[in-house]
């Protein structure tokens, strides 16, 4: 009787490095509290440092070790600095998980036909170019050292096309999802996995009463679920699952 070799498992990213970004506060914050968890070191970023050095301490307090970087994920030499100062300060990255990302650019949602052109780029530049941005920076040396995990945080609105007024939101996401699926096929080779996380409502959002009834786990996501997908996607566990999208929804949205 043959016995099954010890494969990977899940069992912690002890040493690993990762730099979350738009981890200041909500779901940022709790995907930077479970890969701290697990033993990542975390570089914390977001575009308010208050924001990511208050993460920071909060995963140093609890016996973690994290730094922030105040950093804009949507400009090239801003990235360049924030993954210079991540490996200057807690060494090579080993995980990259994409998380800021917005669905209304700081305007009302409008529906497509009334949107200007003009207001397309607020909404691409951080959930579709900033994904790019960040995964051009980290990906040389994730190839080069053989080890590499990158998550990108993507929305139920761009995989299913709900609702109404998200259309440039969607593009958004839907790209980064496009885009994921094809660099995973050309980086699996060399250990580095590409994946997306697709959330459904979380509680921040605002959604009426009866999305909440029709959802089968009758609760909007936490942080920490969709923290616990992502240490999930990073652990030496998931080293065989790349190209994927995982829908961490409730069980809402069964498309
Ligand atoms: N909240 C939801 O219901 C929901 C649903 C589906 C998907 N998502 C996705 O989850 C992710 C996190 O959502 P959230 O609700 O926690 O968002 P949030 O707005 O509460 O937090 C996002 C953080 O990103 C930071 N940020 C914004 N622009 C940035 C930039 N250019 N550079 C660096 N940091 C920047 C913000 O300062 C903020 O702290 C996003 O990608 C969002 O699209 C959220």
């Known amino acids: ?50 924001r990511a050095e208050a993460t920071a301490q909060e995963i140093i307090a609890r016996g973690g070790t994290a730094i922030a970087i105040a950093a804009d994920v949507c400009d090239a030499e801003q990235v360049r600095a924030a993954c210079d100062a991540t490996i ?11 998380n800021a990302g917005v669905p209304d650019a700081g305007v009302p949602l409008q529906a497509f036909r009334d949107m200007p052109i003009e207001d397309w780029d607020r909404y691409l530049r951080l959930n579709l170019h900033a994904v790019l941005l960040c995964a051009k920076a ?7 050292r053989g080890f590499g995990r990158i998550i990108t945080i993507t929305s139920e609105a761009g995989r299913l096309g709900v609702p109404p007024g998200l259309s440039l939101y969607a593009a958004g996401k839907a790209g980064a999802a496009g885009f994921s699926r094809v660099l995973a096929h050309e980086v699996g080779k060399f250990g580095v996995t590409v994946n997306c996380v ?11 009463e009866q999305v909440l009834k029709a959802m089968p786990t009758r609760r ?36």
């Open 138 to 144: 980290v990906l040389d040396p994730m190839c080069d």
């Open 220 to 255: 909007y996501g936490t942080p920490a679920d969709v923290g616990a997908a992502v240490a999930y996607l990073a652990s030496p566990g998931a080293s065989w699952v790349t190209g994927q999208t995982l829908a961490v929804n409730g069980g809402h949205f069964t498309t």
């Open 88 to 98: 200057r300060e807690l060494g090579p990255i080993d995980i990259l998980v994409n």
């Open 1 to 50: 009787m043959s016995s099954a070799s010890a494969g990977p498992t899940n069992a912690g990213l002890a040493g690993r490095v990762a730099l979350v970004t738009g981890a200041g506060r909500n779901v940022g914050a709790g995907i930077a509290h479970a890969l701290a968890a697990a033993g990542a070191h975390v570089a914390v970023n977001d575009l308010h440092g208050e």
């Open 198 to 208: 697709s959330l459904g409502p979380m509680e921040n959002a605002t959604m009426r």
